[in-house]
């Protein structure tokens, strides 16, 4: 995610998302992300979420996070 931030930031001068991104001990992080995900020590990659289906859709969707991707 930060690096799709960046590179979204400094290709179209506009924020890809506004949660703030956190400097954490082993990098950045972004913190809705973070919030939701911590204390997970396994993410299950064959049971992926209503959400996350809709967010993959969402991106997948807009061409222009898609190129930069």
Not at 11 to 21: A, D, E, G, V, W
Not at 38 to 48: A, C, T, Y
Request: proline share 6%; aromatic share 14%.
């Amino acid at each position: 995610m930060y690096f799709a931030y960046g590179r979204f930031l400094v290709k179209s001068k506009k924020r890809l998302f506004s949660s703030p991104i956190l400097h954490l001990q082993y990098g950045p992080v972004v913190e809705e992300i973070h919030q939701q995900f911590r204390g997970m020590v396994v993410l299950d990659p064959d049971k992926p979420d209503k959400q996350a289906f809709e967010d993959y859709n969402l991106v997948s969707s807009d061409a222009e996070i898609n190129d930069l991707l």
